[in-house]
């Protein structure tokens, strides 16, 4: 079994993701975590010294390499994952369930303002401008994530509810 995980960052991905993966005896997976193994370096860094164009290339590559080599897993993807390159279709056809993890603007900036240091698409921003960047993020991203078979909405839901409510989803 393949489930993977998209929304927006901050929306909880990996922390669902590990909990999710445990209660179904599955491996966890994080694109994030794996292509900065796979590549001996940050995102940050590879965002700052090759750019967002490489990065999304080799997301690409390893995304694909994830779900050829994996059968049995949770996959936690990037913000931006779905968005690029057909990566979308990739895990649609490759895994038995999708998932959009939904948070609403509000809570996003909740979230991300406390994290921005370590997220490369909005650490130069200032907090005031989040609320209009999330936003345009999620406009132009909303195609992709609707294309998931299943949405959650997350917001003031603990992540045991929501792992829950994702089982119930699979049964």
Known sequence: MRIVLIGYMGSGKSTIGKLLAEKLELDFNDL??????KSGTTIPDIF???GEIYFRKIEHEYLNE???NESR???ATGGGTPCYSGNM???LERSNAVIYLKMSIPRLIDRLSKEKDER????HLEDKELPEFIGKHLFERSPF???AEHTILCDDKRPAEIVSEIQRLLV
């Open 89 to 91: 279709h990739a895990m």
């Open 32 to 37: 994030d975590n794996y292509i900065e193994n």
């Open 48 to 50: 700052k010294e090759k």
């Open 120 to 123: 490369p698409l909005i650490a």
């Open 73 to 75: 897993l949770v996959l």
């Open 145 to 147: 994530y609707a294309m």
């Open 66 to 68: 994830i779900l050829e």
